[in-house]
């Protein structure tokens, strides 16, 4: 599951060698007018294993729980550091069809016997 690391600042999934992740991330509730655009911006980071990719999307859901998820905005699929873990920036767009309470969330759903992902420095503007 997601934790956040103190000394790296940052959330953290790792440890899914056993299983395949499939965990969600909720950002606090915003709420979204119709028509009008968030940004989310926030940077992540991979495990540098040669052979490891790492697979999540940004979601939105209409609660902070599984079942009100409704969309998946972008997804990040294989991303790899076999030449070095390093912060990559990331900006993502979210325009509300309605007015309502929405969660965006951080959704990792890599393969069995994958490394880590780590999110930092977000904000939603």
């Known amino acids: 599951s997601w934790r956040y690391e103190q000394n790296e ?11 395949v992740a499939d965990d969600y991330l909720f950002l606090p509730t915003i ?3 119709k028509g009008k655009t968030y940004r989310l911006t926030f940077k992540y980071i991979t495990s540098d294993y040669t052979k490891v ?5 940004v979601v939105a859901a209409t ?3 599984t079942e009100s998820v409704e969309e998946s905005i972008v997804k990040y699929e294989n ?6 873990a390093a912060w990559r920036e990331a900006i993502v767009d979210y325009t509300s069809d309605k007015d309502k309470s929405i969660n965006l969330a951080f959704h990792i ?3 069995q016997g994958m490394g880590k992902v780590g999110i930092t ?5």
């Open 9 to 19: 600042w940052a959330y953290i999934y790792s440890a899914h060698y056993e299983n």
């Open 31 to 33: 709420l979204a007018e």
């Open 53 to 57: 990719t790492e697979d999540f999307d």
């Open 63 to 65: 609660a902070a729980n």
């Open 79 to 84: 991303i790899s550091s076999a030449q070095g």
């Open 109 to 111: 759903y890599s393969r």
């Open 121 to 125: 420095d977000i904000l939603i503007r």
